[in-house]
């Protein structure tokens, strides 16, 4: 596929919506529009007795309270461990001191540039930074058994939760 041309429809504060003008591998032209959004990180957080930490919160988009694996954004110049890190304070209160990288996906490759890193994240400590918009996120702490079952319940909807912590049972099983 190729290229052709490439408008901006929407700037705003964390995406840009383009419209590109295509040619594809059939010659025919196409339209596609595309979501820019700066890549982000997702973890699953594991406390010291083999439970994670979940957060609850509201979702606008979803008009619902998601229960979800700790994530966000990547700032400029941030670096993903840095940005986990970061997130891990600001939302769940800890740091952690050990972080493992174990893939990562597009969250939603047909419209968006988005790129999730997912971790690991162990041997966490009390470390809280405040940030203007967790005010309203609940921190629960799930232990490991019952995740599948969440998952399978629906109770876990979110797909970077479903699939971060589908990879941690995989890994896990592994070791």
Same mark, same amino acid.
């Given at each position: 596929?190729?290229t052709?041309?490439s408008?901006?429809?929407?700037?705003?504060d964390i %995406?840009?919506?383009?419209?590109?003008?295509? =040619?594809?591998p059939s010659?025919?032209?196409?339209?596609?529009? =595309?979501?820019?959004?700066?890549?982000?990180?997702?973890v699953v957080?594991?406390?010291?007795t083999? !439970?994670?930490l979940?957060?609850?919160?509201y979702?606008h988009?979803? !008009?619902?309270?998601?229960?979800?694996? @700790?994530?966000?954004?990547?700032?400029?110049?941030?670096t @993903?461990?840095?940005?986990?890190?970061?997130e891990?304070?600001?939302?769940?209160? %800890?740091? @952690?001191?050990?972080l493992?990288?174990?893939?990562?996906?597009? !969250?939603?490759?047909?419209?968006a540039?988005e790129?999730l890193?997912?971790?690991?994240?162990t041997?966490?400590?009390?470390?809280?930074?405040?940030?203007?918009?967790t005010?309203?996120?609940?921190?629960?702490?799930? @232990?490991?058994?019952?995740?599948?079952?969440?998952?399978v319940?629906? =109770?876990?909807?979110d797909?970077?939760?479903?699939?971060?912590?589908?990879?941690?049972?995989?890994?896990?099983?592994?070791?």
């Amino acid at each position: 596929m190729k290229t052709i041309g490439s408008t901006i429809v929407h700037q705003g504060d964390i %995406f840009r919506l383009r419209r590109d003008e295509v =040619v594809l591998p059939s010659g025919r032209k196409a339209t596609r529009e =595309v979501v820019e959004h700066a890549d982000a990180v997702a973890v699953v957080a594991v406390d010291g007795t083999g !439970s994670v930490l979940l957060e609850r919160q509201y979702r606008h988009a979803a !008009s619902k309270e998601l229960l979800e694996i @700790p994530a966000g954004g990547i700032e400029p110049g941030e670096t @993903p461990e840095a940005a986990i890190c970061r997130e891990m304070q600001e939302e769940t209160g %800890f740091f @952690p001191r050990k972080l493992k990288k174990i893939g990562g996906f597009y !969250s939603a490759p047909g419209w968006a540039t988005e790129y999730l890193h997912l971790f690991i994240a162990t041997d966490l400590v009390p470390s809280p930074l405040s940030a203007e918009d967790t005010d309203e996120i609940k921190l629960e702490t799930v @232990p490991i058994s019952r995740i599948s079952q969440l998952i399978v319940e629906g =109770v876990i909807e979110d797909g970077k939760s479903i699939a971060g912590l589908l990879w941690y049972l995989m890994i896990r099983e592994e070791h």
